[in-house]
């Protein structure tokens, strides 16, 4: 049996670093949220990087801003927003592996504006968390997952697996798959049967326009701005006055009254009664979570099997590591 050794320590835990996984599946139900990466492409790459399973445990660092030092030698890897990342005080580059010594400081010193929101830090067979209905992932509002229930704290030690032999190589993520998170997005949405409540003109006034990324947006939602529908344009059959509450899906974009769209992220809550245009793509939700405020986001129509055959791509791709 393997044995569990600790390797890294948290010296400065940031705003907030989240232990992550692939999420918490099939626990709505429960009134739970999922959690998970809010960026999966970037967290699936940083496991990519260094041969592990997309679904090992990652440090999710909040604005890249964190520090940690290295207890026994192993390989990490960086992906996502670029938080500056520097070993020992020496930048060290973004979408990349590396090789750590005892005692090496791995600090973040903050996203630029356009730079992101989210990095991930990965490591050699992932971080060793017990887990909590069948993962790891930290949801805070529901006190689950991670270490307590709770973000990384300064002295909080982490552990691997030892491993019998270490890979010495360092490893690159290709160029033409590096996301540009200071670019405007288009984000792909499903339509759902909601989508038939509001108007013709509310849903040309929809895909016709832009919003931006507002600064209230976290994991549990993307609130947008600057929408023009109006609650007047919202059309109910007969004398139904609203929408009563149901199970609210993985980026669904919700329509409260005053039209502001807001994009439901993995720490949402499980039942809400506002009416939902649709949901956006997975791909989509990755590319969201990491656009900071005033970022420029619009809308473009996706079929479900078309949503679902890039899932299929997705999955496969990462499968293969």
Request: aromatic residues 8%.
């Amino acid at each position: 049996m393997a044995t569990e050794i600790q390797t890294l320590v948290v010296v400065n835990s940031g705003l907030q670093c989240l232990l992550q996984d692939k999420g918490r599946l099939g626990v709505g139900e429960s009134g739970l949220s999922q959690g998970g990466a809010a960026d999966e492409y970037a967290s699936h790459w940083a496991n990519r990087l260094l041969g592990n399973s997309c679904d090992c445990v990652v440090i999710e660092i909040a604005l890249g801003l964190g520090e940690f030092e290295v207890l026994k030698p192993t390989s990490l890897a960086i992906t996502g927003a670029d938080g500056q990342a520097m070993v020992n005080g020496l930048s060290v580059r973004n979408w990349s592996s590396f090789q750590a010594k005892q005692g090496d400081r791995i600090s973040f010193k903050g996203c630029q504006p356009g730079k992101g929101r989210f990095c991930y830090l990965a490591i050699t067979s992932g971080f060793q968390i017990k887990s909590v209905l069948g993962s790891v992932s930290t949801v805070v509002r529901n006190n689950m997952g991670g270490l307590n229930g709770r973000a990384l704290q300064q002295g909080d030690t982490l552990s691997i697996l030892e491993m019998s032999k270490t890979e010495s190589f360092n490893r690159r993520v290709p160029a033409q798959f590096i996301p540009n998170y200071g670019l405007p997005l288009a984000l792909e949405l499903i339509e759902g049967y909601q989508h038939k409540l509001f108007s013709e003109q509310s849903m040309k006034d929809f895909y016709s326009q832009e919003f931006q990324v507002s600064a209230r947006s976290d994991r549990m939602g993307f609130q947008l701005e600057k929408s023009q529908l109006e609650k007047g344009q919202l059309q109910l059959p007969g004398d139904l006055t609203g929408i009563i509450s149901e199970g609210i899906a993985l980026g669904a974009v919700q329509i409260p009254a005053d039209g502001q769209p807001i994009i439901l992220m993995q720490d949402r809550q499980t039942l809400g009664g506002y009416p939902k245009i649709g949901c956006i793509s997975r791909r989509s939700i990755s590319q969201l979570a990491q656009r900071q405020p005033g970022a420029r986001i619009s809308f473009k129509s996706v079929s479900l099997p078309q949503a679902q055959a890039e899932w299929v791509i997705f999955n496969r791709f990462f499968s293969d590591s």
